[in-house]
């Protein structure tokens, strides 16, 4: 794809928008509204990742790729055939290049770079430093080199294909989204209380699906925002999820880091050793977050959904 001139620095990471939903519309013209929000959203970030440097404009492109995604998942019962079959690989591919890269960005920024000004004297991690960058770049320019790509068109025409094609016309019984999005809520929310139940602090595993579980709690809060009730109940819910969300990514990104970070090695015995005294550095912080997962569970479990309009 040929690539156009752009002033990089008036370019500014655009963020999902709240979806104009209204009760009494049928679920697959939600979906079509919703799916449509997420690809603005997408394309939105797509100058900004291949022409500018701020790592956010490929976080965003994930967020929308992911939002899409768990869009797809939370309606798959009303979607026409085959639909999910035909999006879900190219989506997995483009969330691949996006993932590499956004991994990569936050293995250097938020887990390499303050033990680095912890430890400024420690030679060693100043060579970490630069084998993680050199990776990083790496990936940043298989990411352009797919964004830039006949791939990544023909994702977004197929995507745009699929959303006007005849089988999304409404039929008059189809269930309305105030209907649809009372139970699917009802649903998700009684899904992530069994993971709760089930999360122990010493079993990553389960802390990571209970992240998982909130996240596509809160994808699909977002998505029918507009039919809350109250506005305020809804932030205050997602500001709770949010604050259990992030300590839970921070756990997940501390267990990959050391796994990320061995990687970037290639079997460097002294690098291997600092990325030992990385891992060590980190203790005390997991420890304090582990903590607080318990007493974050217990309030996650009192809190009801608001109420739609």
């Not at 500018?52 to 404009?57: C, Y």
């Not at 004297?121 to 990083?136: I, Q, S």
């Not at 699929?162 to 269930?175: G, I, Q, W």
Request: proline share 5%; charged share 30%.
């Amino acid at each position: 794809m040929k690539s156009v001139r752009v002033d990089a620095k008036a370019l500014v990471p655009a963020k999902a928008q709240a979806i104009p939903l209204a009760a009494d519309c049928q679920t697959l013209t939600s979906f079509r509204k919703i799916a449509f929000s997420c690809l603005e959203h997408l394309e939105g970030n797509l100058a900004g990742a291949l022409n500018g440097d701020d790592p956010e404009f490929i976080h965003q492109m994930r967020v929308s790729t992911r939002r899409l995604r768990a869009a797809i998942r939370l309606f798959a019962p009303h979607l026409p055939p085959d639909f999910s079959d035909k999006l879900l690989p190219p989506l997995r591919q483009l969330m691949d290049h996006l993932g590499k890269v956004r991994d990569l960005d936050v293995l250097l920024a938020e887990i390499a770079m303050p033990v680095v000004h912890a430890l400024p004297d420690e030679p060693g991690l100043a060579a970490l430093v630069k084998v993680v960058t050199k990776r990083e770049h790496e990936a940043r320019k298989a990411a352009s080199r797919y964004l830039r790509s006949a791939s990544y068109v023909r994702l977004i025409l197929l995507a745009t294909e699929l959303l006007h094609h005849p089988s999304f016309v409404e039929r008059a019984t189809e269930e309305t989204i105030a209907s649809f999005a009372t139970d699917r809520l009802k649903q998700l929310r009684k899904k992530v209380l069994k993971l709760a139940k089930a999360a122990r602090t010493d079993d990553p595993a389960s802390l990571h699906r209970l992240r998982i579980g909130i996240k596509r709690l809160r994808y699909a809060l977002e998505f029918f925002g507009v039919l809350f009730h109250s506005g305020k109940t809804l932030r205050r819910l997602l500001s709770q999820l949010g604050a259990l969300q992030n300590d839970l990514g921070q756990l997940n990104d501390l267990a990959n880091a050391s796994l990320l970070l061995m990687r970037c090695t290639n079997d460097d015995a002294r690098l291997r050793e600092v990325v030992s005294l990385v891992d060590d550095w980190y203790n005390s912080r997991r420890r304090k977050l582990l903590a607080r997962v318990p007493e974050r569970l217990e309030k996650f479990q009192r809190l009801h959904l608001p109420t739609l309009n």
